[in-house]
C-alpha cells in the first residue's frame, strides 16, 4: 500500500512542477489541515461542523463530497485523507478490509431516513406501501435516484422499492445519478418528477417537498460511520474525530434533520 501511496504523491509532485507550484510534503502539509472525504449527503450539515471547529480550535478543516462508493476507491488508490465518513457500513467495511482504516476509531456516527420527494409546486400526492402504483405517479417521467449498484443511497432506495414489490415496476425508468445530491438536483430542477433521497437532502432543498418517508423496515438502517484512515499522519484527526461526536457538532446536525447516534467519548 506505500507503493500505491508513494505513487499517487509522485503524480501529485510532477502535476506542481508542470504547474510551477511547489507541493509540501505529506508531512508539512498535514500539519497544516485535516482532510475528510464524506458522503455527499453530508454537505450543509458537515461545513456547519467544519466551520465550528475551526472557530474553536484554529485548525483548518477541508471536506471533499462525493459518493461513499468513489471517496472510498479514492482512498484505496492513495487520496491522502484523514477521516473517511461513508452514508453506509459496506463502503467503510470495504475500506477496513483492505487496512485502510484505523479500526479502533470507527463509530457509527449518524442516522437518516428515506424519502420520496417532488418538485415543490407539484400535485402529486401518495401514501408509500406495499405495492403501491409508483409507477403511475411516474407517468412519462422517471425516478432520480442515486446510482443503485454502488452509491448508499441507491442501494437503500433499490431494496426499499423491492420489499415494497415495486422495483420491477419502475427498475426501467430510473434516472441514475452519481450521488444523491445530484438525484435531489433533478428534482429540484424539473427534470424528473420524483426522486428518492435522505430526508436530510430534501429538507435542505425549498425546491422539492417530501411526499412520504419509506417504512425504516423496508431497508437496511441508514447509518453514517466515520474512522481515521490508517494512513492518516496528522495528529489533529483524533480530536476532530471527538469533536464530531460532540454538543457543538450534535447541534447542528440535528438541525439538519440527522439522529446522532454517536456518543462523546464513545
Known amino acids: 500500500m506505500n507503493t500505491v501511496r508513494n505513487r499517487f504523491g509522485t503524480a501529485l509532485l510532477a502535476l506542481a512542477l508542470l504547474s510551477g507550484v511547489i507541493v509540501l510534503p505529506r508531512t508539512a502539509a498535514a500539519e497544516e489541515r485535516l482532510l475528510i472525504f464524506a458522503a455527499a449527503s453530508l454537505k450543509n ?95 412519462d417521467g422517471r425516478l432520480a435516484v442515486a446510482n443503485t449498484d454502488a452509491v448508499p443511497a441507491g442501494r437503500y432506495a433499490r431494496a426499499a422499492l423491492e420489499a415494497l414489490g415495486v422495483w420491477h415496476s419502475v427498475s426501467g425508468k430510473l434516472a441514475q445519478a452519481e450521488n444523491v445530491r445530484a438525484a435531489l438536483a433533478l428534482v429540484s430542477t424539473g427534470e424528473a418528477p420524483l426522486g428518492i433521497v435522505y430526508k436530510t437532502d430534501a429538507n435542505a432543498d425549498t425546491n422539492v417537498r417530501i411526499l412520504d418517508t419509506f417504512p425504516e423496515a423496508a431497508h437496511p438502517p441508514i447509518v453514517y460511520p466515520a474512522a481515521i484512515l490508517s494512513g492518516s499522519e496528522n495528529p489533529g484527526a483524533a480530536a476532530l474525530m471527538e469533536f464530531l461526536r460532540g454538543d457543538t ?18
Do not use: C, H
Open 249 to 266: 457538532a450534535r447541534a447542528i446536525f440535528e438541525a439538519e434533520g440527522f439522529e446522532v447516534l454517536a456518543k462523546q467519548g464513545g
Open 45 to 139: 450539515a458537515l461545513d456547519g461542523v467544519a466551520a465550528a471547529y475551526e472557530g474553536e480550535t484554529g485548525q483548518r478543516v477541508i471536506v471533499s463530497y462525493a459518493g461513499s462508493s468513489a471517496l472510498a476507491r479514492q482512498i484505496e488508490q492513495g487520496a491522502p485523507a484523514d477521516i473517511f465518513i461513508s452514508a453506509d457500513l459496506d463502503w467503510m467495511k470495504w475500506l477496513g478490509e483492505r487496512g485502510l482504516i484505523d479500526q479502533q476509531s470507527e463509530t457509527a456516527l449518524l442516522g437518516n431516513r428515506l424519502v420520496l420527494i417532488a418538485p415543490a409546486g407539484s400535485g402529486a400526492a401518495v401514501t408509500i406501501a406495499p405495492g403501491f402504483d409508483l409507477l403511475a405517479l411516474l407517468a
